[in-house]
């Protein structure tokens, strides 16, 4: 009996445990940009899919799905965020800026011309962007990040902003229209996976993207010319729902908020 008795203790005090590390062990549901391209499958798929469990020793967890996977639209990201489905998200404020123009702020087309101008832009805007993503969707803004610099490809040789006018260029963000329209063109909304029949089929002259973005989903196949102008970066960011947020104890706020600044840092 004695042994039994030590044996339903031990059984329980095991179960009362493992109950408590469950407890204090956060899973966390994310979604990413797109699965085709380096920051996902670099950056962000691993960094919650492995690095983040390693790090925090099993504290927390994450899951992580591109939007393409998902079947999701940049524009429907952060709504998704805001009602819970997605604890984290990485997207770009310019496919978000139609909630507000605010968004588009941290990268205006054309006014950085390197990678170094672009970051101190980022950090001083971040505090701006950081009150509107808690304002607008509830979520706490914990990183803004770049894409590889956004430039045109083109059915036809480009070699100055003169060239530009007449053309049926692919944009992606109000501020990107602004520009295309400034230099004599037209702005048509395409979407990134759509570009390339489009340039195929005369829908579209040229297309906005970034260097690696169009090498990554073979833009040259159809592109005849590359025009070499920064007219932006791609601003990316990483915003997490912040009753998800809140749900973390202090250690893992404080881990969690360390390791982005690592990943944003290697990006």
Sequence with gaps: MKLTLKLVTAAVTAACLAQTASADTVSLRAVGTWGSLTNYQKHEGPFFNELLEKASGGSIIGDIKPQTELGLKGFEIMRLVKNGVFDFAFGLPGYVAAENAIFEGGDLSSLTQDIDTQRQVSDAYFPTLEKAFEEIYGAKLLMLYPFPSQTLWCNGEVSGLADLSGKKIRVYSTTLGDFVEGVGGTSV????????????????????????????????????????????????????????????????QALLTSEIADLNDRI
């Design 189 to 252: 909304t395409v979407p990134f996976a759509e570009v390339i029949p489009a340039l195929e089929k005369g829908v579209v002259d040229c297309g906005i993207t970034g260097t690696m973005s169009a090498y990554k989903a073979n833009w040259h196949q159809v592109a005849t010319h590359a025009y070499t102008l920064r007219v932006g970066w791609g601003l990316a960011f990483g915003a997490m729902n912040m009753k998800s947020w809140n749900k973390l104890n202090a250690d893992q």
